[in-house]
């Protein structure tokens, strides 16, 4: 991916998640089902958070290594 | 059942192990032995004070209420940390620059260091924080009294009467000795508390594996026993509602969401771990995830939890208490102490970090500049003010306690954990509006904020405070029931006639949406004093500005020796010895007084504000420092220097790339100028030569017609007739160029109209036969039948067919010479094709062939035929008729030409034509 489009995802992931956690998206799961036992609810909620921390936790490395290679001088620095 | 002696010594020994955790971490941060301390797992570890025992215990209970509502507690403060890099990175990034130390202290910053807004942010956070603390106390105290009695299931809420036998009242006098001891030893240099931190983060740990110990515990042993299965089987209606989200909450959970997402950054204790506490602004990078998987993970057991007890507990149970009594239930009493433990871990990192934050916003908000404005401590006197600051800490430690306890003794029996922590929630929230309008919106002012929160708070205590007062006891039903003024409009929970609305959300609206609507327009219709301006701009701006460029700073002059006196009274002598003599030998200057620069006096400020916060750092200084009076020209100037420093390097930057462009441009335009000079030249001396070759002939020959007289008849006749044939070709060649002048300055008349291109050609061919046949050149042209209507000078495109074909036939030195055309109509273009088989035209020449500086020219016009011209001027004719003319190809073994003109629009040929064609 390029790196300005890594760089969107700043606001991009966090306004996605706030969009699936809320009303009216979260209602489309409020249904009396069960997935192996686990309510649909409770199971789309704890996914959809697991899978925006592993997100975070991407783009935070991302961000991280371009910020420390933008931080490097453009010489060796003896 | 437990002795309580056994659970009192297993939470003594608990204690005084954080402590001396505590208090091995400072030595170890004074010797400089941060390493793990300053991690950043420890970082997002001590975020996770955020989970108190209203998690550990509430959520729970919360969830045996209402279901999966408890998750929005923990899914608001996932949102800021997944969304980390627009508001925490900026919160820390401006803390550290300024060097704040609470929340108080940086909304009074933002708002030119006012000391108004933060004594109301600091008084908004006490009256906030009460039931907050109440509900640890109360946590604590019910979790006691329910593992050491003898019926451990039941409510057990109400505390008992008079202050000695009430449980509460000693986990409150605990809890204030233990923070004492823990959080006031030393004024710190700044307001970091790395024994605190670290103690924090241990006991995130305990409770978490508290949490999880429990859950285990429900999952795997009791899943068994006749409850529902947590990961199979039926949900009983008894359970049922714990699996979906009822209809009518939906505002609820958008509310709480929102609610807790703000509390992330507005509670106190929450702005001193993330921000003022934050060592590293990259420990941000880990804690963004990290700190939501621990969310993740506390909130993983909870409804199986609050399964197991509404299934195994009888129905009277307390649900805040199930993470309790569960395993006090199924017999695992070690576990139960373990599930103790972590319920105080959470309510003491809660206590301990929220009175600490308080404290500091007390003393430096409240007390200080108090008692600097009575002048009870003079700025002069050379007393030591960091006792003094001790002091005001210390009791205000025991104030917030005190009035934590306050609140659990006359309402908290009435409520759940989880509302007793909305209320406070909704009460921090209102610091919402000025702290983020202050880091993005810089026109934001003093008098916004401070009426924003004045509103926001007033309405928020009538509308939820008061209720819950009411609830619980307060004499105060009849303002509950029939609104200040008797006014029915103005019940508290129904405002303006707002029925029907969740308490919270009611709350919530009124409160956050007055508080909002006035900062807004209060800011829009106000203007900001010259501090103000300077410090919004260092707020909003803070990623603008690169740390290695000056700060914009006030221009003030003050005596070094003030300034010192001054700091070493606040920061004491070691310190200020420190700062000062890093200054002076960054300035070069012997001894250790620096020169008091307004850079310097700003430093100074800056390290004060650091002990006693920015506005009465600002206060002390500005009784020492004397400067002009400063205007909004002068705040303005400041930060149009640097801005203006930044844009003007900018915009060199950007002229040097466009001059270095501009000069590309002109070197290559100066070399197209130099060759075409020299082809002009060129021209010049050539035309010059083949004026002068007729001239010559026709000077000589006329001179022999007058100086010789015996001339015959018939020599005669001849002389004069290589005479006349010169002229005339002097005369062509003159009117093509002048043709060619003309036709490049478009001062020719044409006379265009639409014509048959082919038949053009055919004409062209017929007058060419003759000369064809002289120099036995076969012509061919493929027959036609249809006609190529284009608009054009039938005559000047006739001249252009003669041009080409007379070259052809002339320069044809072939054995067997042939020129062959044909046309073909492609893409609303017709396209002649003249191909010969003749020698080819010489690769130098092909370049320039159609120039009029061709070199080709000259060479031809020694033939009595032309001037060499003909190419130039052809193509002149075809760009004027929107055509083309080109060489296609050429080799030894002949040339192709093509003349390429555009159909007429006027004409198009009939489709039964073309089709006859076909």
Redesign the interface.
């Given at each position: 991916m390029r790196s300005d489009g890594v760089s969107d995802l700043k606001w991009a992931l966090p306004a996605a998640l706030v969009i699936l956690l809320m009303p009216p998206v979260l209602l489309l799961f409020d249904r009396p089902m069960l997935i192996g036992g686990i309510p649909l609810l409770h199971a789309y909620l704890f996914l959809v958070w697991l899978v925006f921390i592993g997100a975070t936790a991407w783009l935070a490395r991302r961000l991280f290594r371009d910020e420390e290679s933008a931080k490097a001088p453009p010489w060796d620095g003896n | 059942m437990l002795e309580p002696e056994v659970i009192v010594a297993v939470a003594a020994l608990y204690l005084g192990g954080l402590f001396l955790l505590a208090f091995v971490s400072d030595r170890r941060a004074e010797r400089g032995r941060t390493g793990f301390i300053r991690s950043p797992i420890v970082y997002t570890l001590s975020l996770a004070v955020y989970c108190t025992s209203w998690t550990f215990y509430g959520a729970v209970g919360s969830a045996a209420r209402n279901g999966?509502e408890f998750?929005t507690i923990y899914?608001g403060p996932?949102?800021?940390?997944?969304?980390w890099?627009?508001l925490l990175r900026k919160l820390v990034r401006i803390s550290r620059n300024q060097q704040l130390t609470s929340i108080a202290d940086f909304v009074s910053a933002r708002y030119g260091k006012s000391s108004a807004i933060s004594a109301v942010v600091t008084l908004i956070a006490i009256v906030a924080i009460a039931p907050y603390i109440a509900l640890q106390l109360k946590a604590v105290a019910t979790s006691f009294e329910a593992i050491a009695r003898p019926s451990p299931f039941a409510d057990g809420t109400a505390p008992r009467p008079g202050f000695l036998s009430d449980t509460g009242f000693w986990v409150a006098a605990c809890m204030a000795a233990f923070v004492i001891l823990f959080g006031t030893r030393k004024i710190g240099a700044d307001e970091s508390h790395p024994g605190v931190v670290a103690a924090i983060a241990f006991e995130s740990m305990v409770k978490l594996l508290a949490l999880v110990g429990v859950g285990v515990l429900v999952v795997a042993g009791l899943s068994g026993e006749g409850m529902p299965?947590?990961?199979?089987?039926e949900?009983s209606p008894k359970v049922?509602h714990?699996?979906?989200?009822a209809?009518s909450d939906?505002t609820r959970?958008?509310a709480i969401?929102f609610l807790s997402a703000a509390a992330i950054v507005c509670l106190p204790r929450q702005f001193q771990v993330a921000v003022v506490e934050n060592q590293d602004e990259?420990h941000l990078?880990?804690a963004?995830?990290?700190f939501?998987?621990y969310l993740?993970l506390i909130s993983?057991f909870v409804?199986p939890i609050a399964l197991a007890g509404m299934t195994l507990l009888p129905v009277g149970a307390n649900p805040d208490l199930y993470v309790l009594t569960v395993p006090l239930a199924a017999g695992y009493e070690e576990l139960a102490i373990l599930a103790f433990i972590g319920g105080l871990s959470a309510a003491t990192s809660m206590v301990i970090l929220s009175s600490i934050a308080l404290s500091i916003m007390i003393s430096n908000h409240l007390i200080t500049p108090l008692l600097l404005r009575t002048r009870l401590i003079e700025s002069t006197s050379d007393s030591d003010l960091s006792q003094t600051v001790l002091f005001i800490r210390r009791i205000s430690i025991v104030a917030i306690l005190a009035l934590g306890y306050l609140y659990y003794r006359t309402t908290a029996g009435a409520n759940g954990l989880a509302s007793i922590g909305l209320i406070s929630f909704v009460g921090v929230a209102q610091f919402l509006p000025a702290l983020v309008g202050g880091i993005y919106w810089r026109r934001a002012t003093r008098d916004g904020a401070l009426s924003g929160l004045v509103i926001g708070f007033v309405v928020w205590a009538y509308t939820l405070l008061v209720p819950s007062l009411a609830a619980g006891g307060w004499n105060i039903g009849w303002l509950v029931e029939h609104g200040v003024f008797d006014l029915d409009v103005l019940r508290p929970t129904a405002l303006f006639g707002l029925h029907g609305w969740d308490p919270l959300v009611h709350s919530l609206f009124w409160s956050f949406g007055a508080n909002l609507t006035a900062y807004i327009f209060v800011s829009i219709f106000t203007s900001q004093s010259p501090i103000e301006r300077l410090q919004s701009a260092l707020f909003v701006d803070v990623f603008d500005r690169s740390p290695a460029s000056a700060e914009p700073v006030l221009p003030r002059s003050a005596r070094a020796e003030d300034l010192y006196r001054l700091s070493e009274r606040i920061l004491g002598a070691e310190r200020t010895a420190s700062v000062f003599e890093a200054q002076a030998m960054r300035q070069g200057r012997p001894g250790r007084l620096p020169l008091p620069d307004p850079q310097f006096i700003a430093l100074v400020e800056r390290q004060l504000a650091s002990g006693i916060g920015a506005s009465s750092a600002g206060l002390m200084v500005s009784r020492i420092a004397k400067g002009e009076p400063i205007a909004v020209d002068t705040v303005m100037a400041l930060l149009d220097e640097t801005r203006e420093a930044i844009r003007y390097s900018r915009e060199l930057e950007r002229k040097s790339v466009e001059l270095e462009r501009i000069a590309g441009e002109l070197r290559d335009a100066n070399e197209k100028l130099t060759q075409l000079d020299k082809m002009k030249d060129d021209f010049l001396s050539r035309v010059s030569h083949e004026l002068r070759t007729p001239m010559t002939s026709i000077r000589s020959f006329a001179e022999l017609l007058v100086h010789e007289d015996g001339l015959d008849e018939a020599r005669a006749q001849r002389f004069v007739a290589i005479i006349d044939q010169e002229s005339r070709r002097l005369t062509r060649l003159l009117d093509e160029i002048l043709d060619l002048n003309r036709m490049e300055s478009g001062q020719i008349n044409w006379n265009m109209e639409t014509i048959d291109a082919a038949q053009v050609l055919q004409d062209a061919i017929a007058v060419m036969t003759g000369l064809a046949e002289r120099c036995g050149v076969r012509l061919t042209f493929v027959p036609v039948t249809w006609p190529a209507h284009v608009d054009a000078d039938p005559d000047r495109l006739k001249q252009v067919f003669v041009n080409l074909l007379s070259n052809a036939i002339k320069f044809n030195t072939s054995a067997d010479p042939f020129v062959r055309m044909s046309f073909s109509v492609q893409d609303g273009r017709v396209d002649f094709r003249i191909v010969d088989n003749g020698p080819g035209i010489p690769s130098e020449d092909r370049a320039h062939l159609f120039t009029k500086f061709s070199r080709a020219w000259n060479e031809r016009a020694g033939d009595a035929k032309g001037s060499g011209l003909g190419l130039a001027i052809s193509l002149q004719i075809m760009r004027v008729f929107g055509g083309d003319i080109r060489l296609v190809s050429t080799g030894p073994t002949g040339s192709i030409f093509s003349v390429t003109l555009p159909v007429s629009h006027r004409h198009t040929p009939g489709p039964e034509i073309v089709d006859a064609a076909k």
């Open positions: - | 999966v998750a899914i996932t949102f800021v940390f997944v969304g890099w627009l299965g947590v990961f199979s089987g949900w049922a714990l699996a979906t989200l209809q939906e959970w958008i969401s990259r990078f880990t963004a995830w990290l939501p998987l993740l993983l409804v």
